[in-house]
């Protein structure tokens, strides 16, 4: 029996094939090829998504009942039994009810990155650089207390955007940057926008771990991850809904690292004109 892990990679894998299946008519097969047919692939995708969608949810809502019952059931008896049950018998329990923790937790960021996709996007012109200032301002109460942190803002103009949405885009890259600087005497978070040809790109970039690009295929996919978790608690679905924030928006996200150097997150977005 496949766990919620396999089955969500299998369809995952699924609507990606689905993805980088051709669009044009000349990649279809030439450009004799009808624009009806074109249509027709079109739907298809469409439908793979929305199959990817439904199947997402309805695991992860079907599974919350289940999970909750085990937690609970496992606490009764921890609590009202605890001195009466061996040790070892103790201990299982105690793994069983971290194991039913940890599957809550992916649940639950399986129904976010499904929420993200099919919410409804309510633009309006949002001071980015209040709203990161705000964020910086709740990292600061983090623990580890006396953590050394420079944040660095630029100046980051005004964008047309779902303010939600994208204040979880950058609650999700500056966390990132916050958690893997925790090595880091002197952590560096700089948050910035720079001009290019196409417009304005936003980047977030700090001194930390860094990572191998090797391995970046992992990155934007749900319940990924680049590290360990006894280092650097996580699901592994931050940069899944991350992506799925900016390609709403019109835009694309991507990176630049290497172990030990740390790590820059840029993407683009329609700006307020």
């Known amino acids: 029996m496949q766990t919620l892990r396999e089955l969500t990679v299998d369809e995952r894998n699924r609507h990606q094939d689905a993805e980088r299946r051709p669009t044009s008519s000349e990649e279809l097969g030439g450009p004799g090829l009808s624009d009806r047919k074109i249509q027709e692939q079109a739907a298809e995708i469409e439908t793979l998504r929305e199959e990817l969608q439904s199947f997402s949810y309805s ?106 949405m994208i204040k979880i885009l950058m609650e999700q890259l500056i966390s990132n940057a916050f958690q893997f600087t925790r090595a880091e005497s002197r952590a560096v978070v700089t948050i910035g926008a720079t001009n290019t040809g196409d417009g304005v790109c936003f980047f977030v970039k700090d001194n930390g771990i860094g990572f191998d690009p090797k391995y970046a295929d992992k990155l934007f996919g749900v319940f990924q991850r680049l590290h360990p978790d006894q280092g650097y608690p996580g699901i592994g679905v931050g940069l899944a809904t991350a992506q799925r924030i900016v390609r709403r928006h019109g835009g694309r996200i991507w990176y630049d690292a290497a172990p030990g150097e740390g790590a820059c997150f840029y993407f683009t977005l329609c700006l307020h004109r």
């Open 59 to 164: 695991v992860s809502h079907d599974l919350r009942a289940p999970i909750r019952h085990i937690e609970g059931f496992i606490g009764i008896v921890l609590e009202d039994y605890g001195n009466q049950v061996p040790v070892e018998m103790r201990q299982y329990l105690e793994r069983i009810a971290e194991g039913a923790g940890e599957l809550h937790r992916l649940v639950e960021g399986l129904l976010e990155v499904v929420h993200i996709a099919q919410r409804t996007m309510e633009l309006q012109s949002t001071d980015l650089g209040k709203l990161v200032r705000e964020i910086i301002a709740r990292m600061d109460q983090t623990p580890p207390a006396g953590r050394q942190i420079e944040w660095n803002v630029q100046a980051l103009p005004p964008v047309e955007c779902d303010p939600g």
